[in-house]
């Protein structure tokens, strides 16, 4: 479809990083990315992707809502999840959330943070009204924001985009867990 490359050079862009290429007629092209490193001082909820981490059965059956206003960032989860068979639903801003959360039944939330009409503290807030659900925090920006004041605030915890989908695993498992186990 030729959106390959604008898609790639957006999100590296987003994550502050540099898109190059270098292309010989008949040889072919090389394309190189260069992304600076992500430090975060979310300790206590942070989880390593050292090994990987499969979908337990009970976990599939929990209907879990996607909102972030980068449908390419949605579009990479829900292929994951579809892959996986996870139930899931996708929506593209806070106020699609709100309104998808009083209608449907809603077991955990990833929420992008920064978002155009609603940011995810404000989207956060407004959900918590209406049902109490876990809800992570999906940022490529975590130097712009407080990671204990995303705990505090109330969110389960914290995912850095680009997505590593065994701690994206991890963090489910381990939220569901502690829900299946009172």
């Not at 001082?41 to 976990?59: N, R, Y």
């Not at 996870?86 to 939330?109: K, M, P, R």
Request: aromatic share 8%; with cysteine; hydrophobic share 35%.
């Amino acid at each position: 479809t030729g959106l390959g490359l604008p898609i790639s050079r957006k999100i590296i862009n987003e994550h502050k990083g540099t898109l190059s290429v270098n292309s010989e007629e008949g040889k072919g092209s090389i394309f190189s990315i260069k992304l600076p490193e992500i430090k975060s001082d979310i300790s206590k909820k942070e989880v390593t992707s050292e090994e990987e981490i499969s979908f337990p059965h009970w976990i599939r059956k929990r209907n879990i809502l996607i909102v972030d206003d980068d449908t390419s960032d949605i579009d990479v989860i829900s292929s994951y999840f579809e892959m996986n068979e996870q139930l899931h639903h996708s929506v593209t801003c806070g106020n699609e959330a709100i309104g998808f959360i009083q209608n449907n039944s809603v077991d955990l939330v990833l929420l992008d943070i920064k978002m155009k009409d609603m940011d995810g503290y404000e989207t956060l807030k407004e959900i918590k009204k209406i049902k109490e659900v876990p809800i992570v925090a999906i940022s490529g920006f975590i130097p712009e924001y407080d990671s204990e004041k995303m705990i505090e605030t109330g969110f389960s915890a914290l995912i850095t985009k680009p997505v590593d989908f065994n701690i994206l695993n991890k963090t489910l498992y381990d939220i569901f867990d502690r829900r299946k186990n009172r």
